[in-house]
């Protein structure tokens, strides 16, 4: 009975231990990359604002280290505006193929030297 007990006793600390030990990975986790802003469903994620303040630092020979938080928010609402314009320029829906048609008609008539028989040549780029 004492030799089952001591089993049973054995069994509850092993299975203790065994269930902090996954509470511990499970909570300990890595934070690769965290979300700093949310642009009509895009996310702009913490590296992004680093690759946008150290270009910044770059371009203009500072250390981005010292950047301050006035200078970071302004480079987060640069990385918003640029989302915000490419979101407008991407077309909801596209071109009817007629109105693409037209307009290849049209930049043909611009450009009269480069004939549908040049397919291929670098003036084309594979229009016809």
Do not use: W
């Amino acid at each position: 009975m004492k030799l089952r007990r001591i089993k049973i006793g054995r069994d509850c600390a092993l299975g203790t231990l065994l269930c902090l030990a996954l509470s511990a990975c499970a909570f300990g986790g890595q934070i690769v990359d965290r979300v700093v802003a949310n642009v009509n469903g895009h996310v702009v994620l913490q590296s992004d604002l680093e690759q946008e303040i150290a270009f910044e630092a770059f371009s203009i020979g500072r250390n981005p280290d010292v950047f301050t938080a006035d200078e970071r928010k302004t480079a987060l609402d640069r990385l918003i505006d640029r989302e915000l314009l490419r979101e407008q320029v991407r077309p909801s829906q596209p071109a009817p193929a007629d109105q693409v048609a037209s307009q290849v008609a049209a930049v043909r008539k611009l450009y009269p030297l480069v004939r549908p028989t040049q397919v291929g040549t670098p003036f084309c780029n594979g229009l016809a």
